[in-house]
């Protein structure tokens, strides 16, 4: 994708994002700092922390994801997967009013997701109870295998709007 479509359309999502009533409403935002082909969250993370929203990101520990909270994006090192991590931080485990913000390669249009192979998402989201959001470019929307295990994610955003919504 060309940088200037790629800029637009991270735009037109955060954008979309915002407008959600639950944006609002959560006091939690757990948020993968974006990098490579991701669709851009850094900005997302800034502006939740302007509003004194609690902003946690992942952090690999073994087969576990544990979401550590940062108080700016200064705060994530390079892990040895390439990934903006937290070095340390409070890890954050009351989901009640809390937003998870879900990276993937694909989504379908039942909010199912294929990641990136490593399960953490997949095992995360079993046991999160609060709302799941899935992000990612309109030609990231289609089909993907489904299995016994996987879970939906509650939106799915894109440049073009919000797919569908159970919150």
Do not use: H
Not at 5 to 34: G, P, Q, W
Not at 141 to 162: K, S
């Amino acid at each position: 994708m060309e940088k200037t479509v790629r800029k637009e359309y991270d735009e037109k999502i955060y954008n979309n994002l915002m407008e959600l009533d639950k944006v609002r409403e959560c006091e939690t935002f757990l948020v993968y700092a974006s990098s490579g082909i991701e669709v851009d969250t850094r900005r997302f993370i800034t502006e939740m922390l302007k509003r004194g929203k609690t902003v946690a990101v992942p952090k690999c520990v073994g087969r576990d994801m544990r979401f550590l909270a940062v108080s700016s994006l200064s705060a994530l090192t390079r892990s040895r997967f390439g990934v903006d991590e937290p070095a340390d931080g409070s890890e954050i485990t009351d989901f009640d009013k809390a937003m998870c913000i879900v990276p993937a390669l694909r989504f379908d249009e039942r909010g199912y997701r294929l990641g990136w192979g490593g399960g953490f998402y997949d095992r995360f989201l079993a046991c999160f109870s609060g709302l799941s959001v899935g992000i990612c470019y309109e030609q990231c929307c289609g089909e993907v295998p489904v299995d016994e295990y996987d879970l939906p994610v509650n939106a799915v955003i894109t440049e073009n709007g919000v797919y569908f919504s159970n919150i």
